[in-house]
């Protein structure tokens, strides 16, 4: 009686652990199949915004591409961002100063249109403003000429 109370215990440890252990691999099953789904699901979404050339042309659209300067990039971007156009930025240090391409694309070409037209309407208008260090020298001289005591010259002060 006791030894047969003995091998039931025996055999119900062991079929619970194997049970525990069948539960942790299943666990673990289910854990990859949804990771692998999610990793599936994130790399079917499309990128937006800067990338590489490689992803961009990789997206199977058309492609177009304008030389741009460097202290146009940020503006350029901004711009991007915010009419969802996908663009990538490669430097030419071939020459000197480099120059910068940038190749885009957009789902939309109204989208892509509307954005080009804000980007260079906004290069337009830095240009028409005129500068504040240009408008503070005119005020000075006008200063200058209307109250030529009151001007303080950096070398009379230094003289003193």
Sequence with gaps: MQEEVENRTVNLAISTTKLTFRTIVNGYN???????????????????????????????????????????????EQVARKYGVDYAITKDQNVMPPKYTVFFKAKDADALTSAFEKFTNRKLKAKEKPSVLEQLNKLKELVAAILPDKVRHKSQERDL
């Design 30 to 76: 289910t854990w990859k199949r949804h990771h692998q789904a999610k990793v599936a699901q994130k790399t079917a979404q499309l990128q937006v915004g800067k990338q590489s050339i490689k992803e961009l042309i990789g997206q199977n659209q058309g492609v177009s591409s304008i030389p741009i300067e460097k202290t146009d990039l940020k503006g350029f």
